[in-house]
């Protein structure tokens, strides 16, 4: 399971590097699906807990939010994981794929570029 999760993501990223542009702009509108329950801009959690700085962040640390968190979020969390391109990348193409136990219930990203899109939108500071 591990390998076929690390080769979606890899496969993914090889879509979603240098030859796709990354537009924070372009993700911010993608973004708008994930409002319900995330916000990217103010440090409040939601449904979901909130995605302000994640990038490099490890994966389950928000404080507020860790007992919501899966078991499958915390283990890896613990294990020292991060959100970095590959992980972002890998979880917004398949949730439930990256994170079996997940509770969120959004399937995923199909587009490489709206995932790139986002992924930039997320890093960004400040928020366009």
Sequence with gaps: MTIRILAAAALAILAVSPALAQDAAAGKTVFNKCKACHTASEPTNKVGPHLVAIAG???????????????????????GKVWDDANLTAYLTKPKEFNPDSKMAFAGLSKPEDIANVIAYLKADPKP
């Design 57 to 79: 962040k490890v994966i389950g640390s928000n404080a507020e939010y860790a007992a919501k968190y899966s078991a499958g979020l915390t283990a890896m969390g613990a294990a």
